[in-house]
């Protein structure tokens, strides 16, 4: 099976994400990369802070989004979104405050394109980027290292005040604007290449 046949059935099928759509944020690095003769994506999330009521079997699949955004954090609406699981008894689980960095991942026409996509993730500060390998496919896993994982509520208790929980979408909302910072940054490189 040929690059150009696995980019044409991938960039065929429908959008399966959460959310059925890509991020405004990173529509562009998408556009530019899916452009691009030796690469295209498999997958993106420009990055998020979420509210994640995760079941005891702590498989992601089965987990309830309380709270989502891929911009800046509202402690408001973060704030209603917590108290929100004591009146509808959803809160025998753990609950997580998580900020996630932006992730891709992109394959790759040859290893040396691949290699040189990897000089610019890490020129971006994508630090926790790799090579993968998935189904005869040479594919880049671009990670960014902004990230934050906090239990908020347990077992039907809330374990953060709103005081500290300002703290934590304030922390958050730092990281989301420096990955903002690495995607801009990244997305200039890429169109450099892509010239």
């Known amino acids: 099976m040929t690059f150009e046949y696995q980019k044409q059935k991938q960039l065929s099928k429908e959008d399966l994400s959460k959310k059925g759509s890509v991020d405004a944020a990173a529509a562009e690095i998408v556009k530019t990369l899916n452009n691009h003769p030796s690469y295209y994506t498999t997958s993106s999330c420009s990055g998020r802070v979420v509210l994640l009521l995760v079941p005891k079997s702590g498989r992601k699949d089965k987990s309830e989004w309380l709270y ?19 009146k509808e008894k959803k809160s025998k689980n753990t609950v997580w405050l998580k900020q996630e960095s932006a992730i891709f991942h992109v394959a790759a026409k040859t290893i040396e394109e691949a290699e040189a996509l990897m000089d610019l993730t890490r020129k971006s500060g994508f630090k926790r980027s790799g090579m993968l390998t998935a189904k005869n496919r040479i594919v880049l896993e671009i990670l960014g290292t902004e990230n934050m994982t906090v239990p908020v509520a347990k077992d039907g208790k809330i374990l953060v005040d709103k005081k500290y929980l ?29 010239k």
Do not use: Q
């Not at 955004?69 to 004591?86: C, E, F, Q, S, Y």
């Open 68 to 86: 989502s955004t891929h911009g800046k954090a509202n402690l408001k609406k973060l704030h209603v979104a917590l108290m929100a699981i004591r």
């Open 166 to 194: 300002s703290v934590l979408v304030s922390e958050a909302n730092k990281k989301m604007k420096k990955n903002g910072e690495r995607l801009k940054m990244f997305e200039g490189l890429l169109k450099e290449i892509s």
